[in-house]
């Protein structure tokens, strides 16, 4: 599980066009998700804006199984829409599925005697 990305955490950003000079990356931007503090700064998310050399930068993709303000809580190596990723997140807040979550989700499945040998003789 990654750590929880916030207001001020810092991103890298690749890009080099229009050119010659490249987009540098910046700290994610105000205002992020106000009423949800992580380590006393606003929370992340999908959608937010991040300073970079050129163009605002924005994060991509955020953990769509955590919501704050309804968008996906960003974290530590999300994409950016440059290229980029965030590259920095607050190490006492970790989100998204850790692998024992997915064992224990699974071990919670109904068990079916006739699934179960319809999958042991491949029909599914």
């Not at 949800?36 to 930068?57: K, N, S």
């Not at 919501?67 to 970790?94: F, Q």
């Not at 068990?111 to 040998?117: D, Q, R, S, T, V």
Request: proline share 14%; net charge negative.
């Amino acid at each position: 599980m990654p750590p929880a990305a916030r207001v001020t955490d810092m991103h890298v950003c690749p890009k080099v066009e229009p050119g010659p000079v490249p987009h540098v990356g910046g700290p994610i931007l105000p205002a992020g998700e106000p009423t949800v503090l992580i380590g006393f700064m606003p929370a992340a998310r999908e959608g937010d804006m991040a300073v970079c050399v050129g163009p605002p930068d924005k994060i991509s993709r955020g953990e769509a199984s955590v919501l704050i303000g309804n968008k996906p809580a960003a974290r530590l190596g999300d994409p950016m829409e440059h290229g980029g990723t965030i590259v920095l997140g607050c190490p006492t807040v970790l989100i998204g599925s850790s692998p024992q979550g997915v064992a224990l989700s699974a071990a919670t499945a109904p068990f079916c005697e006739e699934c179960e040998k319809n999958r042991r003789r491949g029909i599914e």
